[in-house]
């Protein structure tokens, strides 16, 4: 199983822990994504996601990379959802072990924030007034580096 | 003319109405690629698409070669 991967069944964050121990740890680091209920204003009904999955892995098990060799932890994974999931569902779990907590949570928090911002996964959300849409990322209007479509056909 | 192959996610799929297809193309370069396909299809929200070749980020300005798989990366919203 690689750093990062993607999972179409039930995630189980239980179970995931146990990627991560390590006898030479003494702390332990998780963050959980939920699919809420609501996004800008809608009620959110069930979602669904998407990935480009052969590069999604490459890049994730990058991000992964960086974090171990960043904040010098033991270990660390990243599991995202596919499909369609519903309100309360696991949509990303990340693990981090590290010999102290410090690091732990700011490979986490760097892996959970590089994950949203650079791994090509798109979400779909289903609203309650039946209406429908692909959501744009929260980091677009900031996002500055890598090539970017200008729209040089003008 | 070079063959390339296209595939597409998400808004771009839903949009084209495929996940994929072969094209022979004479677009030299990733950007002249999406300009073809653009003015075929009219995507929608163009700004700040990135683009892959082979499964690897590649530059707009990247050549194509024949055999080459292009992926327009629309914005992201994972986690």
């Known amino acids: 199983m690689s750093a990062f991967s993607f999972s179409r069944e039930t995630v189980d964050p239980v179970q995931l822990r146990s990627l991560v121990e390590d006898p030479g740890s003494g702390g332990y680091v998780a963050f959980e994504g939920w699919v809420r209920d609501n996004n800008e204003g809608q009620r959110v009904l069930r979602l669904e996601y998407e990935a480009y999955e052969a590069l999604g892995v490459k890049e994730g098990d990058r991000i992964v990379a960086e974090a171990v060799e960043r904040f010098a932890v033991t270990a660390a994974r990243c599991v995202h959802s596919l499909g369609e999931l519903q309100i309360g569902d696991l949509a990303v779990w990340v693990g981090v072990s590290s010999a102290h907590r410090d690091e732990a949570f700011a490979a986490c928090r760097y892996i959970i924030d590089e994950v949203k911002h650079r791994v090509p996964i798109w979400k779909k959300e289903h609203y309650v007034d039946g209406d429908s849409g692909w959501v744009n990322c929260e980091r677009c209007a900031e996002d500055d580096h890598g090539a970017h479509w200008d729209g040089h056909a003008g | ?79």
């Open chain 2, 1 to 79: 003319m070079p063959q390339i192959r296209v595939e597409y996610f998400a808004i771009l799929r839903e949009h084209v109405g495929k996940s994929a297809e072969n094209l022979d193309t004479s677009a030299t370069t990733a950007g002249a690629l999406f300009d073809e396909l653009d003015a075929r299809y009219e995507f929608p929200d163009t700004a700040r698409m990135k683009v892959a070749i082979n499964d690897e980020f590649s530059d707009w300005n990247a050549a194509l070669s024949d055999g080459d798989s292009v992926v327009f990366i629309p914005p992201v919203a994972g986690g």
